[in-house]
């Protein structure tokens, strides 16, 4: 348990959370618009409004935060990799979405800071704080709208090119974001083995999810890739049927997360290579570079768990 005073710890968590979940929430909004019919009008203006919503939190952030996370969350490639600008410029380039990479390159230049920090004022905490209940709004709205596309697109009242689980997904991922700014809303630190645990609960199945995605997009010529895919999709169900659904500790939990550890650096090292081939145009498939990036960034922001608890 840290012994940062509150108000640091509420800060600094605070921005480190926004930072690595608004960009991940406003890139859902950008495969969706990549997979929705043109004819879905109401459904493509949803969408590129969640995306603008999310992109001025992400500004809003940024500006806010600049000496003020920490060096750990900086250098862990959770909220941008070497490779995040490029997949975004190809992306546009090649689907004609708006993403706004200016905010990227703003990113690029954030400065760590460290704790304690003297001098944080009370209006940074407020200004935090109104920021973090008018994201909690909207991302309450993002899984309701979530929800729907899913339910739309089971029931064949929608059509798009994306597998419907992944709908599912992207929504649990926005309803885990929403519980962990509530947390920090409500000033709640947990123990460190309980947040351990539903961790590891949460990014395992999460992992699985993106292995078992990823080896439904890639072409049926990339055999060796798709057994890879198959592969990790297996090595992280293992993992996940060793909990509970009550997120009691398994027994045997420090050896459970060492595996984790090490099937969460191979399947990091796995999207890397594939983020790479992709933006040199040597895997064939319907992942886009910034797929597969955002994949890695949630990947590396898993591992940085791991490796902080373990
Ligand atoms: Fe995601
Ligand atoms: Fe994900």
Not at 124 to 133: D, M, P, Q, T, V
């Amino acid at each position: 348990m840290t012994t940062i005073p509150m108000t640091e710890y509420y800060i600094q968590k605070s921005l480190e959370l926004n930072l690595f979940w608004i960009r991940i929430i406003k890139e859902h909004f950008i495969f969706m618009q990549a997979n929705l019919m043109c004819q879905d009008v109401p459904y493509i203006q949803q969408t590129e409004e969640f995306k603008s919503q999310f992109e001025g939190f992400l500004h809003e952030t940024i500006c806010l935060a600049n000496g003020l996370i920490g060096s750990e969350v900086l250098l862990s490639g959770e909220l941008l990799t070497d490779k995040t600008l490029s997949a975004e410029r190809k992306t546009v380039e090649l689907t004609g979405i708006k993403i706004g990479i200016p905010i990227t390159v703003e990113e690029c230049n954030l400065t760590p800071g460290t704790l304690p920090m003297p001098g944080l004022s009370p209006e940074l905490a407020a200004n935090i704080s109104s920021l973090n209940e008018r994201i909690i709004t909207c991302a309450c709205s993002v899984a309701e709208f979530m929800e729907k596309v899913y339910q739309d697109v089971i029931h064949c009242r929608l059509y798009t090119t994306k597998l419907p689980s992944i709908y599912a997904h992207q929504r649990r991922e926005t309803l885990n974001y929403i519980k962990l700014l509530r947390r920090l809303q409500n000033h709640q630190r947990l123990d460190p083995q309980f947040i351990i645990v539903e961790e590891e609960m949460f990014w395992n199945y999460n992992m699985m999810v993106h292995a078992e995605a990823m080896r439904q997009l890639l072409d049926f010529s990339e055999q060796a890739m798709i057994k890879k895919a198959n592969d990790f999709a297996q090595r992280f169900h293992n993992l996940v049927s060793k909990f509970r659904d009550d997120a009691k500790p398994p027994v045997g939990l420090k050896q459970i997360t060492s595996e984790s550890r090490r099937a969460t650096v191979a399947i990091r090292d796995f999207k890397a290579t594939s983020t790479d081939r992709i933006l040199e145009c040597q895997l064939k498939g319907v992942m886009s570079a910034l797929l597969t990036d955002h994949l890695l960034r949630e990947t590396n922001y898993y591992l940085r768990i791991l490796n902080a608890k373990v």
